[in-house]
Structures are given as structure tokens and as C-alpha cells.
């Protein structure tokens, strides 16, 4: 009997719910620390870019409109989901990142870990970022924040999965829907995710995966007049000054590239990043003639 011959894997990229190819046909070599042949990935076009910004702003309305408790109920779905596919995301980081089986399988239990460290802030974000405001005058002053919208990520280069976690769960725990631009030397992770993500509750849209030149596809996204925010987390200092200045054109919220240890617990400053903060002003009405009021 003849060897079976395994089942190749085409990785797709993830944008509004489904696995589309790049629609200029293009795929680029993936290959792992050794140089070794892994994968073809698809080589994103501008046009990929502004059907994922297109399909981010569809789902924003309903996103940003849930609840927060469920959002975090999604959110630890995903986490469950990649549990049960430890063991094919570990070989896919080992891959990525030149790392033992062993240091692999730690990076994908944190990253489980991160979906559901965020999972829990996503309804109690609001309690540490808004509240009653003191003002001189018969008025409740009320603050709380509201999700910024359409916010471009420029995952980290290097920690391929549990950077690229760590920058696109605080975006969507608030509220924001997402266009990642994943790692354009380790991609593959991120486009696993996608297979995550839809069987995870995610609405489509809410996270949009592209994969290629991270400069051709930072630019267009950058400068979209639909694009609120942009995260420059993967980004070197060349390309994170030309992307500042394109997003400057429509005052685009801009998180610059910094150091950061993707294996310590995050505080809350992502999700703040990408947060607008509304105030209400309500009078308080008066009692009596005293002047006492409530």
C-alpha cells in the first residue's frame, strides 16, 4: 500500500467572515528560521486593504453596540477554541519564530491566557476609565468612554502569536473593529487565527487578517479617510514616521512603535489607546425654596 500523501494547506487571508484570496493573485514564500520552504502566503493588495477597511466598518456598528459582557464571552471563546488547537499553533509558532516544541507550546499557552485576561476587562474597562465628574454647578457630569472605530494594527515582526494577540485583543475588547496587518516574515500564525476566529462567535469584520509587505499595505491603510486609528506596533522608525505623517491628514489616533515584553501581564494602556470619552451634563433640578437639590 502506498504512503498517503497529507492534504496541503492553503492559507487564505480573513476579511469580513470569509477566506478570500488576494484578489491580485499574488502569494509570496514563507519560510522558517532555517530558510526552509513553510508556506505560500498571500501577497496583499491596496485593494485587499480598503475591502477589509469596507468590511471593519460594517461590523462596527454591531460590535461597538453589544454589550460588554458579551463581547468578553466572545472573547473567551476564542480562547477556548485555540486550546483545542494548541498542538497545530505550536508547531506553527516553533516554525515561526525558531523555537523549541517546548518554548512554542509556552508562547501558545499565553496567548490563550491573553484572550482571557482581556475577555475579563472588557466590562470593567468602563468602571476604571469613566465616572461622576465634581463640577461647580447644579449639574451630573458623567464620563464614560466609547470605542474610537476602524483602528489599522501593524503587528509586531517578530513575536509572530502572542504579540500579535497582545495588540489585537485590547482593540476589539473596547469595542473597536480591527485591520491587522500580520508579520510579513511569520504570517502564518496570523492567518491560522482567522480559522479561530470564525468559529469563535466574532462577528465577521470585527478582525480583518491581511498578510504581505507591511510597508505596501501600512500606506494605503494609513491614509484612509475611514480608518480612526492606526496601532504602529510592528512598524521600524522609518516607516512609523511616513504612517504618522499619512495619518495626520485625517487626525487619526496614532499609537507609536515602543518597546514592549509581549510575555509580561499588559495594563490597560492599549485598550485606552483606542477609547473616546463622552461626557453627559444633566441638571440636578432643585428642591424647595432652601435650594437643596438632588
Do not use: C
Request: hydrophobic share 40%; glycine share 8%.
Amino acid at each position: 500500500m502506498s504512503d498517503r500523501l497529507s492534504v496541503f494547506k492553503t492559507y487564505k487571508l480573513y476579511v469580513g467572515g470569509k477566506f478570500p484570496r488576494s484578489e491580485s493573485g499574488r502569494v509570496y514564500e514563507v519560510t522558517d528560521s532555517k530558510d526552509n520552504w513553510l508556506a505560500n502566503a498571500p501577497l496583499s493588495s491596496r485593494k485587499d486593504a480598503r475591502d477589509a477597511v469596507v468590511a471593519a466598518r460594517k461590523a462596527f456598528g454591531g460590535w461597538s453596540g453589544a454589550t460588554a459582557y458579551n463581547r468578553g464571552q466572545v472573547l473567551y471563546r476564542v480562547a477556548e477554541m485555540l486550546e483545542g488547537r494548541r498542538e497545530q499553533f505550536t508547531r506553527e509558532v516553533a516554525d515561526a519564530e525558531g523555537l523549541s516544541k517546548s518554548k512554542a507550546a509556552a508562547v501558545v499557552d499565553a496567548t490563550v491566557d491573553r484572550w482571557v485576561w482581556y475577555a475579563g476587562w472588557t466590562d470593567k474597562i468602563a468602571q476604571v476609565t469613566g465616572g461622576a465628574n465634581p463640577v461647580a454647578g447644579p449639574y451630573f457630569n458623567l464620563s464614560s468612554p466609547e470605542p474610537t472605530g476602524v483602528v489599522a494594527v501593524v503587528a509586531p515582526q517578530e513575536s509572530s502569536f502572542l504579540g500579535l494577540v497582545s495588540v489585537v485583543a485590547p482593540v476589539i475588547a473596547t469595542g473597536n473593529t480591527a485591520v491587522v496587518i500580520a508579520s510579513e516574515k511569520a504570517p502564518l500564525p496570523a492567518l491560522s487565527l482567522g480559522e479561530v476566529l470564525a468559529t469563535s462567535d466574532v462577528p465577521g469584520g470585527v478582525v480583518n487578517v491581511l498578510s504581505g509587505r507591511t510597508a505596501e499595505l501600512a500606506a494605503p491603510l494609513a491614509a484612509h479617510q475611514d480608518v480612526n486609528a492606526i496601532d504602529l506596533a510592528g512598524a521600524d522608525e522609518a516607516l512609523a514616521k511616513e504612517l504618522e505623517i499619512a495619518a495626520a491628514d485625517n487626525l487619526k489616533r496614532v499609537l507609536r512603535p515602543q518597546p514592549v515584553d509581549y510575555s509580561e501581564t499588559p495594563g490597560i494602556d492599549r485598550m485606552t489607546a483606542f477609547l473616546e470619552t463622552k461626557t453627559v451634563w444633566h441638571p440636578t433640578g432643585s428642591l424647595g425654596a432652601g435650594g437643596s437639590s438632588y
